[in-house]
């Protein structure tokens, strides 16, 4: 399987925003941005075709284009700074990100796609590796490495966690792309306001020499994207909503959704939640309540099944950790575009033996009520209780019972197109890995098809892998 240690360094530069930062001097870090400290900065790139022009014409059109990107983002280009009193502050002070172009000439698309497993040489594609998001105070909050293939290019992106959670680096990331692309104007604004419920005077006190990573690191895994079309998905939503209430309810919206949302003459052909022609707010928001979403039932099927391929007692508690965005959450909402961190956790637990025994809609039931209590009253409460006691993020699985989802596959992951096609492919590297972290990714072809990015000891990934329960609904990427 191809090595990490094959990629070599061609060159390595410091890229400056091409207009100096102006309108935004510091950007104090939140009750969100605050705690991901300790966590590893974000490494997530995109693999495409070679362009049809040189490489050294390559480079020069994405090192202008990322300067361009940064005078949008002038905060990416700065670095941390803790002021006397605590605080830990952006200070927009344009000394650059890292600019690295490498070469991995032996390795081709097929080389690095067709294995089962994920190889080792996308952890080469990333710069920063281990590196702690609390060492944005002396290092810079953005790297991008281009790496040449034998007849492709892999562009990856790693970015400083306590500065961008996944929205706001694909919001960045999209944005270079569209730069690249010939855009010269850019179509996601982001909002760098810091007067929300998220800004806080609460101080996170840190250790002489800044916090420590909060997992090992040094265990053996194994990773491996598993895709799930529509179809499949679907067949899981089903399930997960098959009890007499569930069922009746599903087959209730889907009438609604297939026949009385016709809208004749502004005028609705029936009345479940039209009122002349406009959906009902309240009809809406409690059917959202009570149906089970399709994300949802895929987690659960996962809970249980790597709950199995662990081989738990049956007395051991277990937790699906899933992040949250909470910009439509709060009240007042944040701008779709809020720069920054703006996500919770949400903790489910069950004990193993009863998420086994019960069917699968016993575990989607639980992901499901969690995240709909996830409203306003339930963030404030969550930004209350961490001012109490300001604390970083405990990222890992210390007790060999949990799963932590990430990222999203909502994420406009395949919109970076950098001018000559859409990714091939979406990728991770080394960050922020552990037995039963999970990221979801939409599936390249789109149409509600996910893919998600896998990472587990080599044991329970070969029990996963032997589940019949689970594997059924996986199917080959196209």
Known sequence: MPSSSNTSIVSRCTIYPDQKSSTIKALKLSVSDLPMLSCQYIQKGV??????????????????????????????????????????????????????????????????LSPTHVPECFKGFFAMDKTLSYSG??????????????????????????????????????????????SKKISKSPDFSRNTMLNSPAVLKFPPGGPKVTFSGDEPL????????????LKLKLRANNSNFRSNSAEIFGKQSNDSWKIVNGES??????????????????????????????CAQLWRSVTRA????????TTFRMAVNCRHRLEPRLDPYYFGNAIQSIPTVALAGKLLSKDLSFGADLLHKNVVAHGDGTVR???????KEPRLFPLGNLDGASITMGSSPRFPMYDND?????????????????DGKISAFPGRDGKGSVDLEVVLSPDTMTGLENDDEFMQYVSEIV
């Not at 194994?222 to 998905?233: K, N, P």
């Not at 409460?381 to 001012?387: P, T, V």
């Open 222 to 233: 194994r990773e491996r994207i598993f895709h799930f079309s529509r179809d499949a998905i």
């Open 47 to 112: 693999l495409l075709t070679f362009p049809p022009y040189s490489i050294n014409d390559l480079i020069t059109f994405l090192k202008h284009s990322l300067s361009v990107s940064l005078s949008h983002f002038p905060a990416l280009a700065g670095r941390l700074q803790t002021d006397p009193t605590g605080h830990v502050h952006i200070v927009c002070n344009d000394a650059g990100v890292d600019f690295i172009q490498a070469k991995a000439r032996h390795l081709s698309i097929h080389t690095i």
């Open 310 to 317: 662990r081989k738990l007692s049956p007395s051991k508690m």
């Open 418 to 434: 950098f001018g000559w096609g859409r990714p091939l492919a979406v990728r991770s590297g080394r960050a922020n890995k552990f």
């Open 137 to 182: 105070h002396s290092k810079p909050l953005v790297a991008v490495q281009v790496t040449e293939l034998k007849d492709g290019i892999f562009i990856g992106c790693t970015v400083n966690h306590a500065v961008t959670d996944g929205t706001s680096f694909w919001n960045f990331f999209n944005t270079f792309a569209e730069i690249c692309k010939g």
């Open 381 to 387: 409460k969550g930004i209350a209780n961490w001012e």
């Open 269 to 298: 052909n029936g009345n479940n939640g039209l009122s002349n022609g406009k959906v009902d707010p309240l009809f809406l928001k409690n059917n959202e309540t009570a149906e089970i979403s399709s994300f949802q039932s895929l």
